[in-house]
């Protein structure tokens, strides 16, 4: 559990489950429901800058903040990244799933 290459791998899941949020976040916001987004951060950016605007600039902000967190408290050890990361995937695949789940009902 504490190899480099685990890290990379989980790491890149980590990547695809954001493009994944990205682009399930724009399926059930779109075109312009922002209340049916619950973060009230994401929520704000899609208001001021569009959504597909404000999808990529708070995805952003969002990796930039967990890649210097990442940096400075568990890069070094790759037991804790690898944990961190994996914590980070299992939430982000409960989230994916659900705006899919949500986006299947609104289009009915």
Known sequence: MSSPILSIFLLLIFL???VLDAHSTWLVVSPNHYYREKNIFARYFFKRLGIV???VTFKIILLSILGLLIWF???PEYLSLNISI???NAI???VVLNNYRIYRRISK
Do not use: D, M, P
């Open 16 to 18: 695809l489950l954001n």
């Open 53 to 55: 605007a404000g999808i």
């Open 73 to 75: 408290y568990v890069l």
């Open 86 to 88: 994996l914590i980070g």
């Open 92 to 94: 982000f695949t409960i």
